[in-house]
């Protein structure tokens, strides 16, 4: 199965759209902005999950002995980096392959040389980016925090601007240099792996491990949305605040929504900035060639849904607090429709100010956010509403549980799947392949979208109905 699935990937790169998008000038810069805000995102996820992360009672035991942790927990490090290194050899060996499919890289020996050595560069750059990974895992916030948001905002901002190294068709030619430019970073970087491991404490690891393996238990049972719900953390900030409910109903749960929000800064603000970079993504696609817009238009849609789940907090609560008698003495759907409002004027503020900035990164820019603008508030409504029907998801069907026997076995799991991936599977389906259609036909994907928005809020006027009935 591995092997098709292989040459299918590899057809699939060496489309001609795509392998003009990996030969184009602008590759090298943006293969060099992704390296550094993959390593700012490292350095900001560490401290939620770790390259180093065993069971909880493997990290009883191994803690509470008397032999350095550099030595007990040198395995579990090793293993995320080898998952790591063993992807980026994975993704590296698919596009020099589809090079030479597509007649862009020569297959003889040297070329093939080369090509390996390429492949061994992007093996020691993850070994280098889960380094800065567990970095982030060991040193404190307070620290690593400032430096990943630096190195995510110059990811999506600063060297996007430049044109570093040499590009994709060169480097056959210069896989030696390259080879030893990311090599040298990894030398450097290993002697600080045992300081690293030395300094991990046993209370963050057992929280980790805890965590994780409820969160891993939650998706076995399919429980998405409890899984996701077992990441947030509880508010310690503001919990002594008082929130001022006056005015109008819908401008009293405004207020109570951002007051929530106010108290998980550091959440508020990372969907903040992933709202913003789904709008700078959203710029991108207008400006990208035809076989660059579908990965652009796919993260910026997933980036956005994922992002506004912080001013989604009303919203969940109002969805679940929804039932046959309300205790807030209003109807289900006037609690749905007001804390609806802080989610959809964070998408729209926030993509607007990343549409903006990426107004400003092309020559046309003017252009560009005239045409992105329009489009941008009818996907903030579109995802406002995705996230209205799956904050009103309810418990799970039983009927999705029953058995459906077919030659390969029992693929009843696939209705659960379905099931909780409705809204995401709706999204890619609207937001990011509709993007990619406005920006050849706009009036018709206009008309297909404001379709889709009525669908989504139907499903979710129906759900809500069978939570009150």
């Not at 590899?10 to 993959?38: H, K, Q, T």
């Not at 905002?153 to 190294?165: D, E, K, N, S």
């Not at 300081?195 to 929280?207: E, N, P």
């Amino acid at each position: 199965m591995a092997v098709p699935l292989l040459r299918a990937m590899v057809l699939g790169v060496a489309d001609a759209e795509n392998l003009a998008v990996l030969v184009s000038p602008e590759a090298s810069s943006r293969l060099a902005a992704g390296a550094v805000a993959l390593a700012g995102v490292a350095l900001l996820v560490g401290p939620v999950r770790g390259p180093v992360l065993p069971g909880p009672f493997v990290v009883e035991f191994l803690v509470g002995t008397a032999l350095a942790r550099r030595v007990t927990l040198l395995r579990p490090f090793l293993v995320s980096a080898a998952v790591l290194a063993g992807l980026a050899v994975l993704a590296a060996g698919v596009v020099s392959a589809a090079l030479i499919v597509g007649g862009l890289l020569p297959a003889t020996v040297d070329a093939l040389a080369d090509a390996g050595l390429i492949v061994l560069g992007c093996a020691a750059s993850a070994i280098f980016l889960c380094v800065v990974w567990l970095a982030g895992q060991s040193l404190p916030r307070r620290w690593t925090l400032p430096v990943g948001a630096a190195l995510l905002a110059a990811g999506a901002v600063g060297v996007a601007l430049l044109r570093l190294g040499p590009e994709p068709a060169d480097l056959a030619g210069m896989s030696v240099p390259v080879v030893l430019a990311t090599l040298a970073p990894v030398l450097l970087c290993l002697p600080l792996i045992p300081r690293f491991l030395d300094r991990l404490q046993a209370a963050d690891l057992m929280r980790q491990a805890r965590r994780w393996q409820s969160i891993g238990t939650l998706l076995q049972a399919g429980d998405v949305a409890g899984a996701a719900g077992a990441l947030r953390t509880p508010p310690t900030r503001g919990r002594r605040d008082r929130i001022a409910l006056s005015g109008p109903l819908p401008v009293a749960v405004v207020q109570r929504d951002l007051g929530a929000a106010r108290r998980f800064p550091l959440r508020m603000l990372a969907g903040s900035l992933a709202i913003a970079a789904a709008g700078w993504l959203q710029g991108g696609v207008w400006a990208a060639p035809p076989g660059g817009a579908w990965p652009l238009a796919v993260a910026a849609a997933l980036a956005a849904y994922l992002g506004v789940g912080v001013w989604c907090d009303g919203l969940r609560s109002a969805a679940e607090n929804a039932g046959p008698s309300s205790i807030y003495g209003r109807s289900g759907l006037t609690m749905i429709g007001c804390h609806a409002i802080v989610p959809a004027l964070a998408l729209f503020v926030l993509g607007t100010l990343g549409i903006a900035a990426a107004g400003l990164t092309v020559a046309d820019g003017a252009a560009l956010s005239g045409a992105a603008l329009p489009w941008w508030a009818l996907v903030a409504v579109f995802i406002t509403l995705l996230r209205v029907f799956d904050s009103l998801r309810g418990p799970l069907p039983i009927g999705l549980l029953l058995p459906v026997p077919t030659p390969v076995g029992d693929v009843s799991i696939l209705n659960v799947i379905a099931w909780q991936a409705d809204a995401v599977i709706l999204l890619v389906a609207g937001a990011a392949g509709l993007t990619v259609l406005a920006t050849q036909t706009g009036g018709t994907s206009v008309a297909w979208l404001v379709v889709a928005c009525g669908l989504a809020a139907g499903l979710a006027v129906r759900r809500l109905r069978s939570l009150t009935a």
